[in-house]
């Protein structure tokens, strides 16, 4: 069964920028489209981005479009969020998650299978 396990997250000033990283393990990353999302309390958890299978389809937030960016890095069997240019308004837990699906990617929470723990995203204010 796939394992993730999400990290990089940290405090940060604006401005400044993390990489987060889902890291699979128990099963081929290569079968699943991997999304990104974010909680803070009292709010609905957030699609923030995803990326397909290949690599070939990737889905940004409009949030974020222009600061982030998400990449797979086959060999290490890791997916990876670049949040650039972090605002405030960025604080949250971010999530990775896993979607069987042969094409495409959505941000749709609900689509998902497979969650990980979180990691927290602190941007100072």
């Known amino acids: 069964q796939l394992r993730l396990v999400e990290s990089g997250g940290g405090l940060v000033l604006p401005g400044q920028s993390l990489r987060l990283s889902c890291a699979a393990s128990g099963d081929a990353l290569d079968n699943y489209a991997i999304g990104w999302f974010r909680q803070v309390p009292g709010k609905e958890r957030e699609g923030v981005s995803c990326?397909?299978?290949?690599?070939?389809?990737?889905i940004l937030a409009d949030p974020v479009k222009g600061r982030f960016f998400i990449a797979r890095d086959k060999a290490k069997k890791v997916v990876y969020l670049y949040a650039n240019s972090l605002k405030p308004e960025d604080t949250g837990v971010y999530f990775c998650a896993a979607e069987l699906r042969n094409y495409g990617c959505n941000t749709n929470s609900t689509q998902y299978d497979y969650w990980g723990q979180g990691t927290r995203v602190a941007i100072a204010s």
């Open positions: 990326i397909g299978r290949t690599g070939a389809t990737v």
